[in-house]
């Protein structure tokens, strides 16, 4: 397979990974109470939404790639900013371990996937063929 091909398959992964997840956090108050967290459920509702429009966003932008490459780009900083509050908050909520241990790797290992394809691709970080007037 070539890597624009991998690349698009990756998007739509993600994509669907972060629709099921944005459900799922619509529904986490249960989950919180059931462990025992006070929780106000219009926050996990707001970043269930969020990241379900942010699914939504990467499977789209997996029709042209190159054009909506800043979707990517936002996603994988939102990704790496998500894996430093995640391990921030092992220290504060062991509770979630397990679930931490799961999606951490996977946000790690797809942002990283993601930019090597993007660089390869030539989508991101280009090499100028300027040539200078000698």
Known sequence: MNS???LKILLILGGVVEIVI???????????????LE???IFTQMAGAFLFGYGILLIYSSRDIEKYAIISLVNILIRIIMIICGILS??????????LLIVL?????????VSILLVKQGIILKKNNIEVDK
């Not at 092992?90 to 679930?99: G, V």
């Not at 790797?105 to 996937?113: A, E, N, R």
Request: charged fraction near 10%; aromatic fraction near 24%; glycine fraction near 4%.
């Open 4 to 6: 624009h091909k991998n």
């Open 22 to 36: 944005g459900l799922l956090f619509m529904v986490l108050d249960f989950y919180f109470k059931h462990v025992g």
């Open 39 to 41: 929780n106000i459920p």
């Open 90 to 99: 092992l220290l504060i909520y062991p509770e979630f371990f397990i679930i």
């Open 105 to 113: 790797p996977y946000d790690l290992l797809w942002s990283i996937f």
